[in-house]
């Protein structure tokens, strides 16, 4: 029982990283399109304690600074932050409802553009705030969209009970 | 639900990859390049050739719309979308600048990502199997858009013109007043602008002055447009005067771009598109 949660889990993490770099860029804007590879951070953690959560953001930070060389350190410290607190707080607070799940995932993306913004610091001034005032909030909704939609998608295999 | 707690070995783990980011952001430039390389080289190789395939898959829709539309006028309001037209002109501008440019380059996609960063540096799909080396200028058919840091077998990472580190030789079109631009803070509401910086006090820029590359030193040629003046933005009277500079090439837009493999030369006329 616990290996086909395990597989239903790996199954939907790998498939929302190939959409991130198949399907992404068909997605208009990438300031605004859905971060896929984020949401699969969020799905795992959801699932996850939150010491394997922080080492899968701290692995996914690293594939980010990779693509985006501009602070090197600053996607891990992000995705690790984000990774470690979506599964500590889902333990604790969240019930699975779907408004909640999606406040979840927009959450995780602010949280995230934050701190790389903040902790990379190479972005200051009136074109930080305009980032974190409007792409990072329709980056945000995009995800949670996405997010929501591949929970309902996958449910059994996520083992989620939604209440709507 | 207590088993869903932070144990000590989370708590392990969490402390763990926060102090390995630290000393990563402090490590030197040097080593930072090389881990990026191998991660891009190794693990993402695979995903950056999907999104490549899926870059040019969305190029090829572009061209085959605009060859049915020429060949059926039916067909024209079926696939008169947005998005294709204007990823089809992007197309035509940029084949019309690369027939004009009489330097060694080659073209690559953009494989833009979703770090809120992405724009400061890009992804290219071009690396040195292609000739591409470190400092080559990148161009869109508008003008200079930045120039490389990196280059892997496959791809390369350009420094974008709102990085802080991006600087460039700049002067006006009759070669009368010189300066450096640089990114600057005065933008507002997204707009990102530049700024030239020591400009003679005594010599003047009116807004809609058009700036191009100096040809200093050797990284950028001669002649590349890199936008027009806005407004003074700051001055030391009587020595010298800084301007806004509204960008001639945008990065958030950009999906295909021009890198120069040898830039020497006077490129200005190849930036000007016939008909213009």
């Known amino acids: 029982m616990r290996r086909s949660i395990d597989y239903g889990l790996l199954t939907v993490v790998a498939l929302l990283i190939v959409l991130h770099f198949a399907l992404r860029p068909w997605l208009g804007s990438p300031r605004a399109a859905p971060d896929f590879l984020l949401l699969a951070l969020l799905v795992y953690a959801i699932q996850a304690r939150p010491g394997a959560a922080a080492i899968a953001g701290f692995v996914v930070g690293i594939l980010s600074d990779a693509l985006t060389p501009v602070a090197f350190g600053s996607g891990m410290l992000a995705y690790t932050v984000v990774g470690y607190l979506a599964a500590w707080g889902k333990a604790i607070f969240f019930a699975e409802n779907l408004v909640v799940m999606a406040g979840f995932f927009f959450a995780g993306t602010v949280v995230r553009d934050v701190l790389v913004l903040l902790w990379g610091g190479q972005v200051t001034g009136g074109a930080l705030l305009w980032q974190l005032g409007v792409w990072t909030l329709l980056k945000g909704l995009t995800t949670a969209v996405v997010g929501v939609g591949a929970l309902l998608v996958f449910r059994n295999w996520l083992h989620v009970r939604l209440r709507e | ?276």
């Open chain 2, 1 to 276: 639900m207590p088993d869903r707690f932070t144990s000590r070995w989370d708590t392990l783990a969490f402390v763990g990859c926060l102090l390995v980011s630290m000393i990563a952001r402090v490590t030197p430039e040097p080593i930072q390049t090389r881990v990026a390389s191998a991660v891009r080289g190794s693990l993402l190789a695979p995903l950056l050739a999907v999104q490549r395939q899926a870059e040019l898959f969305k190029t090829s829709r572009a061209r085959s719309a605009a060859l049915v539309t020429q060949r059926d006028d039916a067909a024209r309001s079926a696939l008169d979308i947005e998005s294709v037209r204007e990823e089809n002109l992007r197309l035509r501008r940029l084949l019309g600048l690369h027939e004009r440019l009489s330097v060694p380059h080659v073209s690559a996609e953009v494989l833009h990502q979703s770090s809120p960063v992405d724009g400061l540096t890009l992804l290219l799909a071009a690396g040195s199997d292609a000739g591409v080396r470190p400092m080559s200028p990148i161009l869109t058919p508008d003008g200079l858009l930045g120039v490389v840091r990196s280059v892997d077998r496959d791809h390369a990472v350009a420094v974008i013109w709102p990085h802080p580190d991006f600087r460039a030789g700049a002067m006006t079109e009759d070669g009368e007043a010189f300066g450096i631009v640089a990114p600057s803070n005065a933008g507002g509401r997204g707009r990102l602008l530049l700024e030239l910086h020591g400009v003679p006090y005594l010599k003047v820029l009116q807004p809609g002055t058009r700036l191009y590359t100096a040809g200093f030193g050797e990284v950028y040629p001669r002649g590349i447009p890199i936008g027009r003046v806005l407004a003074i933005a700051d001055e030391t009277v009587g020595l010298a005067r800084s301007y806004l500079v509204e960008p001639a090439a945008h990065p958030a837009s950009v999906a295909h771009v021009i890198i120069l493999l040898r830039p020497r030369g006077d490129l200005a006329d190849a930036f000007v598109e016939p008909g213009s």
